[in-house]
C-alpha cells in the first residue's frame, strides 16, 4: 500500500500531466495539427481517469469525471462529432449535479480550482 504522501504525489503528477497534455492537444488542433493532436488523446484520457480517483468519495469522483466529460465533449468537438460531445457536455452537467447532492460540502467543487491557474 502506497503511503498517503507519495500517493498525493502521484495524483498531483497525473493531475499537472493531465493539465499539459489537455492543454497541448488543444494548442496543436488551434494550430491544425490535427494528426499529432489526435494522437494526444489517449494519453490525456488516461491521465484525466487517473487523476479523477484521488479521492474516492461519490462526491469527488463525480465532479472529476465531470471535468472527464468536458475533456470528452472538447475530444469529440475536435473531431467533429457534434452529437457526442452534446452527450458529454449533458453528462458533465449530471455529473456535477451529483457531486453537490452527494457531498459533505460545496467544497468538492474546489476540485475546479485547476481552472483558474
Do not use: H
Not at 20 to 46: G, H, N, Q, R
Request: charged share 20%.
Amino acid at each position: 500500500m502506497m503511503k498517503q504522501g507519495t500517493r498525493d504525489k502521484v495524483f498531483f503528477l497525473f493531475e499537472v500531466l493531465n493539465s499539459v497534455l489537455w492543454f497541448s492537444m488543444d494548442s496543436l488542433w488551434m494550430m491544425e495539427e490535427i494528426k499529432v493532436a489526435t494522437i494526444l488523446i489517449i494519453p490525456t484520457i488516461i491521465t484525466g481517469i487517473i487523476s479523477a480517483f484521488e479521492k474516492l468519495d461519490i462526491g469527488n469522483v463525480s465532479i472529476s469525471m465531470a471535468v472527464n466529460a468536458w475533456l470528452g465533449m472538447n475530444i469529440f468537438w475536435m473531431l467533429e462529432m457534434m452529437s457526442a460531445a452534446k452527450l458529454c457536455f449533458s453528462i458533465g452537467i449530471g455529473l456535477v449535479i451529483i457531486s453537490v447532492f452527494f457531498s459533505r460540502s460545496l467544497r468538492v467543487l474546489y476540485r475546479f480550482k485547476r481552472f483558474r491557474r
